[in-house]
């Protein structure tokens, strides 16, 4: 997706409702936030749906463990 620029329907709707609160607990968090991190990366998307994922991910931060 990063590399050719090609569109999978719907896929960052389901990945951001894969942000949740479990996900920071998991053992392979460090995995899912480096693909993210790739997948957001991307200079072809808009400026809200990268804000939406920041603003998601902010909220889930103030309510995960030390």
């Known amino acids: 997706m990063v590399k050719y620029n090609f569109e999978v329907p719907d896929f960052y709707t389901k990945l951001y409702s894969?942000?949740?609160?479990?996900?920071?607990?998991?053992?392979?968090r460090a995995r899912f936030?480096?693909?993210?991190?790739?997948?957001?990366?991307?200079?072809?998307?808009p400026e809200y749906l990268v804000a939406?994922?920041?603003k998601?991910?902010?909220r889930m931060c103030l309510h995960a463990p030390a």
């Open 52 to 54: 939406a994922f920041v």
């Open 18 to 28: 894969l942000f949740e609160l479990p996900v920071l607990r998991s053992a392979y």
């Open 56 to 58: 998601k991910l902010s």
């Open 33 to 45: 936030f480096r693909y993210s991190a790739d997948f957001l990366a991307s200079t072809h998307l």
